[in-house]
């Protein structure tokens, strides 16, 4: 069933996705000029580019939720700077423009200092602390021979390490002004659902569905789209791990949903104000290895 509240739910999933934001040149990542990267900060550049380029989201959120298969129950790891995307070409100056998913609800910027940090594989930054302004952050890489890991670390007036996040690169994000967001949704997609499945639907009809980490359903009752809930700081019909299959149209139909091992269930969305409950059981999909 539609949830009651389908424009409050529209609302959140619009936080929750990607949307253009075209008419303003540093948000969409295209200049209306061509950019000017300063003879100081160009052999900065050079070294890091494709080390930096890319869509980067917290480590620790991506090893949760591999863990918990729920974005729910990993939702308390997706707090201040979430994720961000690194397009090396957005560079003028002496800075390079970054986008940012802040908190998971809110996008945001930064630039990236081209000159060297407190560390030879750090990086001044813009990121605030707004609990106490006078901290400043760095973002560091840590380079091996299988992966690259970003690490943004924060110090305080005296220069004393304070904190480090770890951030882990998403492969296969194309760049976008909403590039962070997509990289966590992609993620998620691929951990939970992305693959092959034998359905079973609660009248014992049998058929073959298969997610892709793009967010496309096939074989599911004409559905073509799904979107799974990363979102949760707007509880309100948002207390369950929750998807929504061809969201703003339609056919827009919300399951809560669980998965155990290599079996996920589907049951109808309930709604009693303001809480979203488990209906009945509607779907039994078992992944087809």
Not at 4 to 33: H, K, M, N, V, W
Not at 225 to 235: G, I, S
Not at 247 to 270: C, E, F, M, P
């Amino acid at each position: 069933m539609k949830r009651s509240y389908l424009a409050a739910i529209l609302l959140l999933a619009a936080c929750q996705r990607p949307q253009p934001e075209a008419a303003d040149p540093t948000r969409s990542g295209e200049a209306t000029e061509p950019t000017s990267v300063s003879a100081a900060a160009a052999p900065t550049l050079a070294r890091v580019a494709p080390i930096l380029r890319g869509v980067w989201v917290k480590a620790d959120y991506l090893a949760d939720v591999a863990r918990t298969k729920s974005p729910l129950k990993s939702a308390r790891k997706l707090t201040d700077l979430v994720a961000f995307s690194v397009e090396p070409g957005r560079a003028n100056g002496d800075s390079l423009l970054v986008d940012a998913n802040y908190n998971n609800h809110e996008a945001a910027t930064f630039q990236v200092v081209l000159r060297p940090g407190l560390q030879p594989t750090s990086l001044p930054t813009t990121w605030s602390d707004y609990a106490q302004l006078t901290n400043f952050y760095e973002l560091a890489y840590r380079l091996s021979p299988t992966d690259t890991v970003l690490v943004l670390n924060k110090y305080n007036q005296q220069k004393r390490l304070l904190q480090s996040v770890s951030y882990s690169r998403i492969p296969g994000v194309p760049p976008s002004n909403s590039a962070p967001s997509d990289g966590l949704q992609y993620f998620v997609n691929r951990q939970l659902l992305a693959g092959t499945y034998t359905a079973l639907d609660a009248k014992g009809n049998k058929k073959e569905v298969r997610f892709t980490p793009t967010g496309q359903v096939e074989g599911l009752d004409n559905f073509r789209q799904y979107y799974v809930a990363t979102d949760f700081v707007v509880t309100v019909e948002n207390n369950l791990d929750n998807l929504i299959f061809d969201i703003g149209t339609k056919r827009q139909q919300d399951y809560v949903y669980t998965i155990s091992h290599d079996t996920v269930r589907l049951y109808n969305a309930r709604v009693a104000e303001p809480d979203l409950l488990r209906g009945p059981l509607q779907y039994t999909l078992v992944r087809v290895r």
